[in-house]
């Protein structure tokens, strides 16, 4: 079936770069997601890429897709105190993709220490 | 447009007491989506709607579950005779079926049953 798995914990200090890596199961995958959740908060969209698409850039997130080893990441330059939040890799499944349903990891937590 | 809306923020509720949460999506989606959260875990997808036809339902929604979309905006989802195991966060994502950028979720409806 659909799983994506992420890394539980990232710590990092302020001003250097995080990157946090997800792994997914269904090939088919449409699209892959970022989703950043504050505490006590819903879930907010960061990016996302396509699967035809190796890497895509926006500001001071990078993300990259390694296809064939069904790997997503994550690269957040210049991390700041206020990045730090649980981050959520996604896919759109192909089966899936129709409906919009997404399969969520259990996400990441960064810390950034000052 | 204010974004997706949900209410209540918390319910505190007594074991075996029914309850019911409200999600306002944003305007021109036509797509609405119900997940589910509990702690450390990522969204759990549970059903969702186009329009006002409930097009899928997750095997997670038992028969205790139900969710309407009476008139294609609007949702509520209620659950009847609450257990221990429904405490959750419950969130609601809008979106426009064809566009590829994901959701738009709401804060959510924290459910503490006691």
């Known amino acids: 079936g659909e799983d994506v798995e992420q890394s539980l914990f990232l710590s990092v200090r302020e001003g250097d770069s995080s990157v946090i890596n997800c792994t997914y199961t269904d090939s088919s995958s449409t699209y892959l997601y970022w989703y950043k959740q504050e505490p006590g908060a819903g879930l907010q969209l960061l990016t996302y890429i396509f699967s035809n698409m190796d890497m895509k850039q926006d500001q001071r997130l990078t993300v990259l897709l390694n296809k064939k080893d069904k790997h997503l990441s994550l690269r957040i330059a210049d991390t700041q105190t206020g990045d730090s939040a649980i981050y959520f890799c996604?896919?759109?499944?192909?089966?899936?993709?129709?409906?919009?349903?997404?399969?969520f990891g259990q996400g990441t937590t960064l810390q950034v220490k000052p | 447009d204010t974004g997706v809306s949900q209410d209540p923020r918390h319910k505190i509720t007594k074991r075996g007491q029914n309850v019911t949460f409200r999600c306002d999506p944003i305007?021109?989606?036509?797509?609405l989506y119900w997940y589910r959260q509990t702690l450390g875990q990522g969204p759990e997808f549970l059903t969702y709607?186009?329009?006002?036809?409930?097009?899928?339902k997750s095997r997670l929604l038992s028969d205790r579950f139900s969710a309407e979309r009476p008139k294609g905006s609007f949702s509520t989802l209620e659950i009847q005779r609450t257990e221990q195991g429904d405490s959750a966060m419950y969130l609601c994502?809008?979106?426009?079926?064809?566009?590829?950028?994901?959701?738009?979720f709401g804060s959510g409806t924290r459910l503490t049953v006691v």
């Open positions: 709607f186009q329009n006002e036809a409930q097009l899928e």
């Open positions: 305007s021109e989606h036509n797509r």
């Open positions: 994502a809008s979106s426009l079926v064809g566009t590829a950028g994901g959701y738009t």
């Open positions: 996604a896919e759109s499944g192909g089966q899936s993709s129709n409906t919009g349903k997404l399969i």
